[in-house]
Structures are given as C-alpha cells and as structure tokens.
Antibody, heavy 116, light 110 residues
Framework: QVQLQESGPGLVKPSETLSLTCSVSGGSINSHDWGWIRQPPGKGLEWIVNVFKSGNTDYNLSLQSRLTTSIDTSRNQFFLQLRSVTAADTAIYYC??????????WGQGTLVTVSS | QSALTQPASVSGSPGQSIIISCTGSTTDVGAYNYVSWYQQHPGKAPKLMIYDVNKRPSGVSNRFSGSKSGNTASLTISGLQAEDDADYYCSSYTNSLSWVFGGGTKLTVL
C-alpha cells in the first residue's frame, strides 16, 4: 500500500519561499509519476505540478515562474518550492501519486499559512 | 486556464440517483477523454472515484459512473447512501499540458 506524507513549515512569511517535502513509502518513487495539488481553506482544489519518472515536469502555467521541483530517489522523497509567496498561497498542500491520468494515492495534506 | 464549471450543490434521498455535471471547453473536457472525479469528505484528502471519463479504480463502488458528451462530463451516483454525502470535484487534462479542476459540488444526502 503506497503512503504519502507531506512535511514542511506551517507558517511562511510573505515574499519568502515555501518548501515542502513528500515522503513516499510502500513503493519506489522511481516507478511512478507524482504531483502536488493545493486547496485554500474552504475552497476548491488547484493542480500545481506533475513530476514524471522520465524527468519531465508539467506545471500550472499561472505558478510556473515561481515553482521548483526535485526528487531524491535515495530517500524516496520529492519536493516543492514556491517562491515569493503571498497570502493567496495559503492552502492545504497535498502530494499525490499520478497514475492512469488520475491522482490515486494522496497524502493527508499540510496547511501552509502565509503571514507576517 | 479557467476552472471547470460544476453546480455548487446537489441533493438526493437515500436510494435515489443524482448526476453532477462538469462543463469545460474544447481545450479541456471536449478535447480529451481524460476526465476524472474525486470525492472529498470534510477534513480528508480527496479520493479518486473515476478516471478516463468512465473507469473506476479498484475498490470503488459500481454505484459511481461517469460519462461525457461534448464539453460536459457527468458523474452519476446511483442508490444514494449516507456515506456519499461529500464534496465532489471533476478534473480534466488540457491542451496546455496541464490539469484543471472544477469548483466542486456539495452533495447532500437528505
């Protein structure tokens, strides 16, 4: 059973960088594709990025200029960095496995609040 | 990329069937058979219910079914049960090599 767990600071100051880690267990990170999705409190889902095992990446065009992703296969982890954050980036951030054109396994989500 | 359009809320009684619509455009829903649906209970992560318009992941009840016509996809839930009370989101692949979600629909089982 694949399990995902997000981790990172719960509070980030405006204009700084949001950094999150997704730790994967129950499967090799090399064998699958992965994604990040966020959800502002009380609002709908927003897709952020897909990271493919091929090394390719698909980005939400509205966020692309502020995004960096990476993978550490030795630790079975993948990462998200979002630069120059504002209050609009306050959300629950989920990592998920992307399989068969759907996100079939999700982490529990981590709330990131952007505030001074 | 604009969000897909879903009704804000739908409701039904136990045993009944309901349909949730998801309207996009010729650049997303109408362009690909890559529509998925997610169920989300309060405080929980979303759960994949349908992918590729009408395919069910292993373990998802056959009471859930999907379809598509033109730029509109639909999720049908038959034999409504109390546990179906949740938020539902559609999602579609787009010609920008990206994914877009709908605004979500609150299903109330009366």
């Amino acid at each position: 059973q694949v399990q995902l767990q997000e981790s990172g600071p719960g509070l980030v100051k405006p204009s700084e960088t949001l950094s999150l880690t997704c730790s994967v267990s129950g499967g090799s990170i090399n064998s699958h594709d992965w994604g990040w999705i966020r959800q502002p409190p009380g609002k709908g889902l927003e897709w952020i990025v897909n990271v493919f095992k091929s090394g390719n990446t698909d980005y939400n065009l509205s966020l692309q200029s502020r995004l960096t992703t990476s993978i550490d296969t030795s630790r079975n982890q993948f990462f998200l960095q979002l630069r120059s954050v504002t209050a609009a980036d306050t959300a629950i951030y989920y990592c998920a496995r992307y399989e068969e054109r759907g996100f079939d396994y999700w982490g529990q989500g981590t709330l990131v609040t952007v505030s001074s | 990329q604009s969000a897909l359009t879903q009704p804000a809320s739908v409701s039904g009684s136990p045993g009944q069937s309901i349909i949730i619509s998801c309207t996009g455009s010729t650049t997303d829903v109408g362009a690909y058979n890559y529509v998925s649906w997610y169920q989300q209970h309060p405080g929980k992560a979303p759960k994949l219910m349908i992918y590729d318009v009408n395919k069910r992941p292993s373990g998802v009840s056959n009471r859930f079914s999907g379809s598509k016509s033109g730029n509109t996809a639909s999720l049908t839930i038959s034999g409504l049960q109390a546990e179906d009370d949740a938020d539902y989101y559609c999602s579609s692949y787009t010609n920008s090599l990206s994914w877009v979600f709908g605004g979500g629909t609150k299903l109330t089982v009366l």
